[in-house]
């Protein structure tokens, strides 16, 4: 059995499963937000079912947070007394939640081994540990919540082997870009991706990765956890995990090899995250806004990158760069590293942790015609706003040397 296979099987409670079966499973974690969990709290409460287990549900209130309008005011309050009332105890909100897929992380929510479901898309991100973890619908939510389990098919897999090292402002994000350039959209439409040869990389990087396996319609991405892993988890938890290996005749549908010293700084190109290219072939692009933050790229190495290129410079005139930190200790680290002032001095503006204007949310929405390089996960039709705007996917390093130059830029062009 491959990686995914095997923690599968073992929360299924079977000896071995095989692509295409049908599985209930005990899941570890149950994750909703302000827009996904009120959908679940209400088939609950039609069908009269109850939580559980409380401790196995986090909800985190960050998609449409601190509140843009009355309706999404309503659905995080309807949250908050479904928190209240079944004492979950992971429920985070304005000014202790951060982005869901930064937060969980850091907590220490996702290990190595489990099996975590979430009505998010990219739930995914948790794969960066070496967990099994996958967005599902709000139904499957509120079943997960009240039974503890869930059913799945099981995903044939891709094993992609990373070799070689980065070049420097190479990042995780050029590695998924890169990847999903290769596969397309639906080049692992309900597959796992599973990730060999990553040793040299960050867990940032590694949660990057996961975070966007969906792009190319994977089921999940998921790295085995090793001793990278264990530093990163060693004071964010002391619960028992397994870190689970793949068998040594796995089976995989497809093979493929990145070599991360070929690999240069990558940009997605509008409307999809394969349509990709060098950020060097791309300079022409003028834009109007540089987002930096989202659960894909707003941990604190992320505002390290971008402050690296913004020291000394200046946001060029005519473009809006918005950063946002993807927790309250993402944006704690910042501020004692002096990184808030360097993004407060070229120019940027700081939010508060949000999902923000990754969906169109708030917090940097976009209009007719307007460009936009953002470190976000999605460059869909209307994604970010109007729907005759245009987004340009890309890592913080080439967002902010973007904002500085007023076009997209390849970092060491700047520096």
Same mark, same amino acid.
């Given at each position: 059995?491959?990686?995914?296979?095997?923690?599968?099987?073992?929360?299924?409670? &079977?000896?071995?499963?095989?692509?295409?079966?049908?599985?209930?499973?005990?899941v570890?974690?149950?994750?909703?937000?302000d827009?996904?969990?009120?959908?679940?709290?209400?088939?609950?409460?039609?069908?009269?079912?109850?939580?559980?287990?409380?401790?196995?549900?986090?909800?985190?209130?960050?998609?449409?947070?601190?509140?843009?309008?009355?309706?999404?005011?309503?659905?995080?309050?309807? #949250?908050?007394?479904?928190?209240?009332?079944?004492?979950?105890?992971?429920?985070?909100?304005?000014?202790?939640?951060?982005?869901?897929?930064?937060?969980?992380?850091?907590?220490?929510?996702?290990?190595?081994?489990?099996?975590?479901?979430?009505?998010?898309?990219?739930?995914?991100?948790?794969?960066?540990?070496?967990?099994?973890?996958?967005?599902?619908?709000?139904?499957?939510?509120?079943?997960?919540?009240?039974?503890?389990?869930?059913?799945?098919?099981?995903?044939?897999?891709?094993?992609?082997?990373?070799?070689?090292?980065?070049?420097?402002?190479?990042?995780?994000?050029?590695?998924?870009?890169?990847?999903?350039?290769?596969?397309?959209?639906?080049?692992?439409?309900?597959?796992?991706?599973?990730?060999?040869?990553?040793?040299?990389?960050?867990?940032?990087?590694?949660?990057?990765?996961?975070?966007?396996?969906?792009?190319?319609?994977?089921?999940?991405?998921?790295?085995?956890?090793?001793? #990278?892993?264990?530093?990163?988890?060693?004071?964010?938890?002391?619960?028992?995990?397994?870190?689970?290996?793949?068998?040594?005749?796995?089976?995989?549908?497809?093979? #493929?090899t990145?070599?991360?010293?070929?690999l240069?700084p990558?940009?997605?190109?509008?409307?999809?995250?394969?349509?990709v290219?060098?950020?060097?072939?791309?300079?022409? #692009?003028?834009?109007?806004?540089?987002?930096?933050?989202?659960?894909?790229?707003?941990?604190?190495?992320?505002?390290?990158?971008?402050?690296?290129? &913004?020291? !000394?410079?200046?946001?060029?005139?005519?473009?809006?760069?918005?950063?946002?930190?993807?927790s309250?200790?993402?944006?704690?680290?910042?501020?004692?590293?002096?990184?808030?002032?360097?993004?407060?001095?070229?120019?940027?503006?700081?939010?508060?942790?949000t999902?923000?204007?990754?969906?169109?949310?708030?917090? !940097?929405?976009?209009?007719?015609?307007?460009?936009?390089?953002?470190?976000?996960?999605?460059?869909?039709?209307?994604?970010?706003?109007?729907?005759?705007?245009?987004?340009?996917?890309?890592?913080?390093?080439?967002?902010?040397?973007?904002?500085?130059?007023?076009?997209?830029?390849?970092?060491?062009?700047?520096?």
């Amino acid at each position: 059995m491959t990686l995914t296979q095997t923690i599968l099987a073992r929360k299924a409670g &079977l000896p071995s499963v095989t692509p295409g079966q049908l599985i209930k499973a005990k899941v570890d974690l149950v994750l909703g937000n302000d827009i996904t969990a009120p959908v679940a709290i209400r088939e609950m409460e039609t069908h009269g079912l109850r939580v559980s287990d409380p401790d196995k549900i986090a909800l985190v209130l960050d998609h449409f947070t601190p509140n843009k309008d009355i309706a999404s005011a309503a659905q995080c309050a309807a #949250v908050r007394r479904f928190a209240k009332k079944n004492r979950i105890k992971h429920f985070y909100d304005v000014g202790q939640m951060g982005i869901e897929h930064v937060l969980l992380p850091e907590l220490g929510l996702a290990a190595p081994g489990e099996l975590i479901i979430g009505a998010d898309s990219h739930t995914c991100t948790y794969g960066g540990l070496g967990a099994f973890a996958a967005g599902v619908g709000s139904t499957d939510m509120a079943a997960g919540m009240a039974s503890g389990e869930c059913w799945l098919r099981v995903p044939e897999a891709i094993k992609v082997t990373l070799a070689g090292s980065l070049r420097p402002y190479v990042t995780g994000k050029d590695i998924i870009l890169s990847l999903i350039g290769n596969l397309g959209v639906d080049g692992a439409r309900y597959m796992s991706l599973e990730f060999f040869g990553a040793e040299s990389l960050s867990i940032d990087d590694r949660l990057t990765v996961a975070n966007m396996a969906i792009e190319c319609g994977a089921k999940n991405g998921i790295f085995p956890a090793d001793g #990278v892993t264990l530093g990163y988890l060693k004071g964010r938890t002391d619960r028992e995990f397994v870190t689970d290996r793949p068998d040594p005749g796995a089976v995989y549908a497809r093979e #493929v090899t990145v070599r991360l010293d070929a690999l240069e700084p990558t940009v997605a190109r509008p409307h999809l995250p394969s349509n990709v290219a060098p950020a060097s072939a791309l300079s022409g #692009v003028k834009i109007d806004q540089a987002v930096i933050g989202s659960c894909t790229n707003g941990r604190i190495s992320d505002l390290r990158a971008a402050a690296e290129i &913004l020291r !000394g410079r200046k946001v060029a005139n005519g473009v809006r760069c918005i950063v946002i930190p993807g927790s309250q200790s993402v944006m704690l680290d910042a501020v004692r590293e002096g990184l808030i002032e360097v993004f407060l001095e070229a120019g940027a503006a700081v939010s508060t942790p949000t999902c923000g204007p990754c969906l169109g949310g708030h917090m !940097g929405i976009l209009s007719e015609g307007e460009v936009c390089v953002s470190t976000t996960n999605r460059n869909f039709v209307g994604r970010m706003g109007h729907p005759q705007s245009y987004i340009y996917l890309a890592s913080p390093s080439v967002a902010a040397a973007s904002a500085v130059t007023g076009t997209i830029t390849s970092p060491e062009a700047v520096v």
